[in-house]
């Protein structure tokens, strides 16, 4: 059964940085992307970031551009969010998500088959 598994969230002051993992399980080749969503008290799920999973070509939200590196190791089939320069803007869960190929763009949640339970960022002075 393929699973996700988050950690590395925590709390932070502005301008700090934090590096998030997903630990993939379980693992098939129907995936094709993997991406990072992220949920602020109150608000829709937004996009993050996404990686073609074993291929690269990360894609990444405007508002993190410049701050946020997606990547994977593919041995170990983790994905990474390194998060640099956070802003109180950035407190929400996140969630990492795999899917396989469909119609849905890379930010669109309901594109994604597969969720991890999420972990918790905190931007805060």
């Known amino acids: 059964q393929e699973q996700l598994v988050e950690s590395g969230g925590g709390s932070v002051q502005p301008g700090g940085s934090l590096r998030l993992s997903c630990a993939a399980s379980?693992?098939?080749?129907?995936?094709?992307?993997m991406a990072w969503f992220r949920q602020p008290p109150g608000k829709e799920r937004e996009g993050v970031a996404s990686i073609f999973f074993n291929v690269g070509i990360p894609i990444y939200a405007d508002s993190v551009k410049g701050r946020f590196t997606i990547s994977q190791d593919n041995v170990k089939n983790v994905v990474y969010l390194q998060m640099n320069s956070l802003k109180p803007e950035d407190t929400a869960m996140y969630y990492c998500?795999?899917?396989?190929?469909?119609?849905?763009?890379?930010?669109?949640?309901?594109?994604?088959?597969?969720w991890g339970q999420g972990t918790q960022v905190t931007v805060s002075s």
């Open positions: 998500a795999a899917k396989g190929p469909n119609g849905r763009t890379w930010s669109d949640p309901l594109g994604y088959n597969y």
């Open positions: 379980g693992f098939t080749s129907r995936w094709t992307r």
